[in-house]
């Protein structure tokens, strides 16, 4: 059996195979966040599909921190119904599944919310301001919402967390001097920065204890002038080696990118056949010992299986290509190693931005 399908341990967890789902908005929830028989179908043909673990779109953690329309929620109790649902259809099906817990810091949604956007400082646009620092108090409350959520995952029955700090999202704004201005100790250096998510990681892990696997995913480079980059990742995920992380996902660019039409500076880019964050890769193998799980371009079997022999990567962490085709991995498995089929236009989330969830237009519904 390949390596890409050997069963491996990430703490209590154990995965039948190195493939891993990696979140995405899938626009298929109910307005108020909680889950619909859809998005569990999702991820259940997921399950079916032989994803070794599936990570879930993000999931906002408190009600001003909500990035997107119909995207999931982890902010109360009353959600946890359809969160256990959840979870038992992907364990009925045979698989694992771990809940993605975010905020949208300044990127959320105040049409959404009512509320105006907040993050480590405020974010001057060609538009204008945008957002608002936020207090001392607000910080340790979106610290305490990010703990609440991790226990509502394991009350749901998830198989762990992931800590959502890339992508220009609120935990990736502190850590990025292109957004974080502050003076306080929460900015200026390289600790400062990280120390609102090394709250939050200590916070859960002291919450979920110590065999409830944690994770979290974190951005190689932002990609924007006097942004994060992969020096930087590196001294963050130092800093993490000690605090309990069990894997961390490697990705890169942010949200902005999006926002300004510029995809190939975003966490999607556009028709780009290489491994994006390979290189950033290597240089993490070489320094850290936490488990990576690397996304970002990677549409043939045969590069996976490069990458986790070369020792690049441990797990191969797949977005687009599974929107397309959510049976992809038992296809591999089975033994037909074509390419994926995705073709990484992005039209996927059109239907999304139109409330019809996202979905690939190039396959016939």
């Known amino acids: 059996m390949s390596t890409l399908f050997e069963t491996t341990t990430i703490n209590s967890l154990t995965l039948n195979n190195r493939f891993v789902r990696s979140a995405t908005w899938e626009g298929m929830a109910n307005p108020d966040g909680s889950c619909t028989p859809r998005l569990n179908s999702l991820m259940e043909e997921l399950a079916h599909g032989h994803v070794g673990l599936i990570i879930t779109g993000y999931a906002f953690v408190s009600r001003e921190g909500q990035a997107a329309p119909f995207q999931l929620g982890a902010y109360s109790d009353d959600l946890l119904p359809g969160l256990t649902e959840m979870t038992k259809s992907v364990h009925k099906a045979g698989g694992k599944i771990i809940l993605q817990i975010a905020h949208g810091g300044l990127f959320a949604h105040s049409q959404l919310t009512g509320q105006e956007p907040i993050g480590p400082s405020v974010m001057m646009t060609e538009q204008g301001p945008l957002g608002r620092a936020m207090t001392m108090g607000e910080i340790q409350r979106t610290v305490t919402a990010f703990t609440e959520a991790a226990v509502r995952a394991q009350k749901a029955g998830f198989d762990g967390v992931q800590i959502h700090a890339a992508h220009g999202y609120h935990l990736s704004q502190f850590l990025s001097p292109y957004f974080n201005k502050r003076n306080d100790e929460y900015g200026g250096s390289i600790e400062n920065q990280t120390r609102i998510f090394l709250e939050v990681v200590r916070s859960v892990r002291n919450a979920v204890g110590e065999k409830y696997p944690v994770m979290v995913k974190i951005n190689s480079a932002d990609f924007l002038d006097g ?135 190039h396959v016939k519904q």
């Open 227 to 361: 942004g994060f980059n992969v020096d930087d990742m590196l001294q963050v995920t130092k800093i993490l080696e000690n605090s309990g992380v069990d894997a961390i996902e490697l990705s890169g660019g942010t949200i902005l990118g999006v926002y300004i039409g510029n995809f190939n500076i975003s966490f999607s880019r556009l028709g780009d056949s290489d491994v994006y964050y390979e290189e950033a890769a290597k240089r993490y193998k070489k320094e850290i010992g936490i488990p990576l799980m690397l996304v970002g371009g990677i549409r043939s079997y045969d590069v996976c299986k490069r990458l986790v022999v070369e020792g690049v990567t441990d797990y191969i962490s797949i977005s687009r290509p599974l929107i397309r085709e959510p049976g992809l991995i038992k296809r591999w498995e089975s033994g037909d190693t074509r390419d994926a089929e995705c073709i990484s236009d992005n039209a996927c989330f059109q239907p999304g931005i139109e409330g019809k969830g996202v979905y690939c237009i």
